[in-house]
């Protein structure tokens, strides 16, 4: 009774707090999500762009399952209240997902590591980290799904029961139908299991044998065969979706590009800015150094290969955070019962008195407070983010259809939301030439993406890519490198047609 007491106060608090984390703000990605959703709906999946002005970009629609999702979510809405509506329904969808994700950590770790206070403890971290990831994105659908693929790992080398096979088959699928850029991933997570194993029998242990090395556990684990298999098979699981050969030629191709040297989440990560994953790394290291704790080897594997992704993209550190929590648990628990192997009872039973429950209660719902006032001020959408007033004046002054439009990366999917016609957005894949060839030939190709990358910064004249692309209108952000040389230059090229207090439009005169 007393157990159930605290699993229900620690869910409450977890919902509370990831429902604090959850941002107001929609994210650019966000506004492209519902105009595809829309468009597949009406027109299915054509492979084609609908949304630029460049005439015959192919595109793949990497996360189809879910743009359609979080497109019936705000028609849902807005049917209900209006566009307002629309965007309470993203947000609210949005909290939802997030708490998802913090009761999934929080119950995986209670199973595999056995403790609840450590797991609630594990859980509101690891949430913390994650805080600046939780937007309406097809990642935290995935994050969901990556941390319960290690659950059904786990439970499958310890019970082999067929009901973990059936989860580990259906998450690939789901993955290639929501957001195929981290399908490899999946299989990446087999990877230290399967060393382990390779690595046991190079040593020649016996079946299910153990042996304790300083600080390394090694087990030969013969279920670790079958889940050989099982990601084998799973690997056919690309096919079952609508985009064809997508699965598995999306990754290669964005690593073979220049994409992901240029957008902010994809750069390799400086741990100085990201002080709580230097905090678990510090744990961590301690409690290895300074303890008889032991790691397992395939924990080994794990940490250090999650590790690596995270120094070489930064938004690895989101799965360092997931899965490190995890073994951090495991380890801790281990280390704790070393020493006490009743320490993790008695701590269970502290927990659960009244005074401690409502110590922490405070302490997280006062965290939990101490972020929503932060973001008391938030609207929907950001009025100096997005050009919300100089679309609209755009829709009512100008022929659309007629006009060839230069726009900056970050709010061209808002444009192309208002309906209005982009030179570039946020799928950057779509504007790169190793994606939009028609010949599969990346050579064949239009680099788009580069093209804005160079005249933005102004490494080459803008008036060179405007010209090659018979640019007839410009909307800059007002503090752009762009906009200050057109205006300190006063070249009469371009005749400023409407500017707000964050944007500013400009007419190309030929």
């Known amino acids: 009774m007393k157990n159930k007491r605290f699993n229900i106060t620690a869910i409450i608090l977890i919902i509370i707090f990831c429902v604090a984390i959850s941002p107001v703000t929609m994210q650019n990605d966000t506004y492209y999500t519902i105009e595809i959703g829309e468009h597949i709906l009406e027109k299915g999946i054509d492979m084609k762009d609908p949304f630029s002005w460049h005439e015959d970009l192919p595109y793949t629609y990497p996360h189809w399952g879910y743009d359609v999702i ?8 807005q049917a209900i209240g209006g566009l307002l509506g629309g965007y309470t329904a993203i947000y609210v969808s949005t909290c939802i997902l997030s708490a998802v994700l913090g009761i999934t950590i929080y119950k995986v770790n209670t199973k595999l590591a056995k403790n609840n206070a450590i797991s609630f403890l594990i859980t509101i971290i690891t949430m913390y980290i994650l805080k600046d990831y939780i937007a309406a994105r097809a990642q935290l659908v995935t994050f969901i799904l990556f941390v319960l693929e290690i659950y059904f790992i786990e439970m499958f080398l310890e019970t082999k029961k067929k009901r973990y096979v059936f989860g580990l088959i259906c998450i690939p699928i789901i993955i290639s139908n929501i957001h195929v850029a981290v399908w490899y991933f999946y299989f990446i997570l087999y990877l230290p299991y399967i060393a382990e194993y390779i690595i046991s029998l190079l040593l020649k242990y016996k079946k299910g044998q153990t042996k304790e090395n300083y600080k390394i556990v090694t087990t030969r684990n013969e279920n670790t065969k079958l889940l050989l298999i099982i990601m084998l098979i799973c690997i056919l699981t690309g096919f079952l979706n609508p985009l064809g050969t997508t699965t598995y030629t999306y990754l290669v191709k964005t690593m073979q590009g220049t994409t992901p040297q240029h957008i902010s989440e994809h750069l390799p990560m400086t741990l100085m800015q990201h002080l709580p ?8 290291i301690a409690l290895v150094i300074f303890t008889k704790g032991k790691l397992k080897l395939k924990e080994i594997f794990m940490l250090g290969g999650l590790i690596v992704l995270m120094f070489y993209s930064r938004r690895q550190l989101t799965m360092f955070a997931l899965i490190g929590g995890i073994i951090l ?61 100089m679309s609209e004046w755009i829709l009512e002054n100008i022929d659309i259809n007629q006009m060839r439009l230069y726009n900056e990366y970050n709010y061209g999917s808002y444009l192309l939301y208002k309906g209005i016609p982009v030179f570039i957005d946020s799928r950057a894949d779509l504007y790169a030439p190793e994606f939009n060839t028609t010949t599969g030939k990346k050579e064949d190709g239009r680099d788009i993406f580069m093209d804005f990358i160079k005249s933005s910064s102004l490494n080459i004249w803008y008036e060179t890519i ?3 692309y018979n640019i007839t209108h410009i909307i ?3 503090n752009s490198k762009m906009n200050v040389v057109i205006k300190n230059t006063n070249d009469s090229q371009y005749k400023v047609l409407h500017e707000d207090s964050n944007f500013i439009l400009y007419e190309r005169v030929k």
């Open 70 to 77: 979080i497109y019936l979510i705000f028609a849902t809405g």
């Open 277 to 284: 994953i230097i905090l678990d790394l510090l744990i961590l």
């Open 329 to 389: 648990n495991q380890y801790a628990t281990r280390t704790f019962k070393l020493y006490n192997e009743k320490i993790i009872d008695e701590l269970e039973k502290d927990m659960n008195s009244k005074l401690a429950l409502g110590i922490v209660s405070i302490l997280v719902i006062g965290l939990s407070a101490s972020i929503a006032y932060s973001r008391l001020d938030e609207t929907y959408v950001d009025e100096q983010v997005y050009p919300v007033q």
């Open 466 to 468: 405007f010209e090659k």
């Open 476 to 478: 800059l952000y007002k």
